[in-house]
Nanobody, 115 residues
Framework: QVQLVESGGGLVQPGGSLRLSCAAS????????MTWYRQAPGKQRELVAR????????YYADSVKGRFTVSRDNAKNTMYLQMNSLKPEDTAVYYC????????WGQGTQVTVSS
């Protein structure tokens, strides 16, 4: 069964950090470039970060560049998003998916940045 499960979200104060995880199953994770997306209330889903299948190249949206780091562990079929210096505007539900041939969306993980 193909599945993407996001976890690691929570409530954090501005300036804080969180690490999100995306556990993949049912497909060859090590061959798939992956993307983190987020969707804030009332807004469209947007790309946050992308990583190649081997992890040797990454891309970040301007809004998170220098604060977020995407990585992956192909042995564990898991992708990560380390989020530092969090801002209230980072509040959203975060999702992961493949770059090509999108899979059904997981439930996402809620990140709330608030004092």
């Amino acid at each position: 069964q193909v599945q993407l499960v996001e976890s690691g979200g929570g409530l954090v104060q501005p300036g804080g950090s969180l690490r999100l995880s995306c556990a993949a199953s049912g497909f060859t994770f090590s061959s798939a470039a992956m993307t983190w997306y987020r969707q804030a209330p009332g807004k469209q889903r947007e790309l946050v970060a992308r990583i190649t299948s081997s992890g040797d190249s990454t891309y970040y949206a301007d809004s998170v560049k220098g604060r977020f780091t995407v990585s992956r562990d192909n042995a564990k079929n898991t992708m990560y998003l380390q989020m530092n210096s969090l801002k209230p505007e980072d509040t959203a539900v975060y999702y992961c998916n493949r770059v090509y041939a999108l899979l059904s969306w997981g439930q996402g993980t809620q990140v709330t940045v608030s004092s």
